[in-house]
């Protein structure tokens, strides 16, 4: 979740819940070992084989999911937690892991409306209460998001994370003096989060404060310098506070790493159109609309 906050907050995750196997069930066993093992494809065969006879087991629909997940076959696993949901439509852990699946799919209503149904039987979960915000975020539905992140925050005060959230959802909400505050709490506990300083960054810019946003992104490039997000709004802040050059350089580093970077492209762009080179500016904002390869000038 992007301007004038960039990065999507960050969503803490409780991990996905297996549930304990059946001993009088030699597959399932064998299948929880392999799990056990991290040998996640072998465990899935053992899993459809254990559930072509026994159809109605929802742990063990549930068990192959989180197997799919760690495949990274998200629509596979997906369609298992579904399963097992309608096994045990009020199962606390299988709507959380439904949920989380969504939430990795960016499918954010149904993450929602899973958390949700898992929140009215255990209302006091911090992160049940903090995944609700980050999805109404992502549903641009931020005031609503303030709530749950402060429900969150009243039972874990001090999780830097969801402080975070809590100042990403506000600096949608443009209410910056707030944001500005939570981001200074959260990076009092998370000094190297990555996506809290870019957020805090992108806040204080928004409010006109390049100087203090500047340092910030150049901290989170320092902990992250794949990061093409992060390398384009520290160069478009670089911009605004007048230095041309390195925002260049920033810009040039970056197509060097992601060559068909279009935002890139056109942010270069802009910064020869500022220093006067139209050619040059013409031959960026061509590669950026897709009129011109790499190899034409």
């Given at each position: 979740?992007?301007?004038?906050?960039?990065?999507?907050?960050?969503?803490?995750?409780?991990?996905?819940?297996?549930?304990?196997?059946?001993?009088?069930?030699?597959?399932?066993?064998?299948?929880?070992?392999?799990?056990?093992?991290?040998?996640?494809?072998?465990?899935?065969?053992?899993?459809?084989?254990?559930?072509?006879?026994?159809?109605?087991?929802?742990?063990?629909?549930?068990?192959?999911?989180?197997?799919?997940?760690?495949?990274?076959?998200?629509?596979?696993?997906l369609d298992c937690y579904r399963t097992a949901l309608k096994l045990?439509?009020?199962?606390?852990?299988?709507?959380?892991?439904?949920?989380?699946?969504?939430?990795?799919?960016?499918?954010?209503?149904?993450?929602?409306?899973?958390f949700y149904r898992a929140w009215k039987y255990q209302p006091r979960?911090?992160?049940?209460?903090?995944?609700?915000?980050?999805?109404?975020?992502?549903?641009?539905?931020?005031?609503?998001?303030?709530?749950?992140?402060?429900?969150?925050?009243?039972?874990?005060?001090?999780?830097?994370?969801?402080?975070?959230?809590?100042?990403?959802?506000?600096?949608?909400?443009?209410?910056?003096?707030?944001?500005?505050?939570?981001?200074?709490?959260?990076?009092?506990?998370?000094?190297?989060?990555?996506?809290?300083?870019?957020?805090?960054?992108?806040?204080?810019?928004?409010?006109?404060?390049?100087?203090?946003?500047?340092?910030?992104?150049?901290?989170?490039?320092?902990?992250?310098?794949?990061?093409?997000?992060?390398?384009?709004?520290?160069?478009?802040?670089?911009?605004?506070?007048?230095?041309?050059?390195?925002?260049?350089?920033?810009?040039?580093?970056?197509?060097?790493?992601?060559?068909?970077?279009?935002?890139?492209?056109?942010?270069?762009?802009?910064?020869?159109e500022a220093t006067g080179d139209t050619g040059a500016a013409a031959?960026?904002?061509?590669?950026?609309?897709?009129?011109?390869?790499?190899?034409?000038?």
């Amino acid at each position: 979740m992007s301007s004038p906050v960039q990065n999507p907050p960050c969503n803490r995750s409780r991990g996905t819940v297996t549930f304990a196997h059946h001993i009088d069930q030699p597959l399932d066993e064998q299948a929880w070992r392999l799990m056990e093992q991290g040998r996640y494809g072998e465990a899935a065969l053992l899993y459809k084989e254990i559930l072509r006879t026994r159809k109605r087991i929802p742990g063990w629909w549930n068990n192959l999911g989180y197997c799919y997940l760690r495949l990274g076959e998200l629509e596979a696993a997906l369609d298992c937690y579904r399963t097992a949901l309608k096994l045990a439509p009020r199962n606390i852990d299988i709507l959380i892991n439904t949920g989380g699946c969504y939430q990795r799919l960016e499918q954010w209503a149904e993450a929602y409306r899973c958390f949700y149904r898992a929140w009215k039987y255990q209302p006091r979960d911090v992160d049940l209460l903090n995944n609700l915000g980050v999805c109404l975020v992502q549903l641009e539905r931020p005031e609503e998001a303030l709530d749950y992140y402060r429900q969150a925050l009243a039972l874990a005060p001090a999780e830097g994370e969801i402080i975070g959230n809590l100042a990403a959802a506000l600096a949608r909400c443009r209410r910056w003096p707030e944001a500005v505050s939570c981001f200074e709490k959260a990076l009092r506990l998370l000094p190297e989060d990555v996506s809290i300083i870019n957020n805090a960054a992108a806040c204080l810019e928004a409010l006109g404060k390049c100087y203090l946003a500047a340092p910030l992104y150049a901290r989170a490039l320092a902990l992250k310098p794949g990061e093409p997000q992060i390398r384009q709004n520290y160069a478009a802040c670089l911009m605004k506070l007048g230095d041309l050059a390195t925002a260049r350089k920033i810009v040039e580093g970056l197509l060097r790493l992601y060559p068909e970077h279009r935002p890139a492209w056109q942010l270069l762009g802009t910064i020869y159109e500022a220093t006067g080179d139209t050619g040059a500016a013409a031959g960026c904002y061509n590669r950026a609309w897709g009129l011109t390869s790499g190899g034409e000038n």
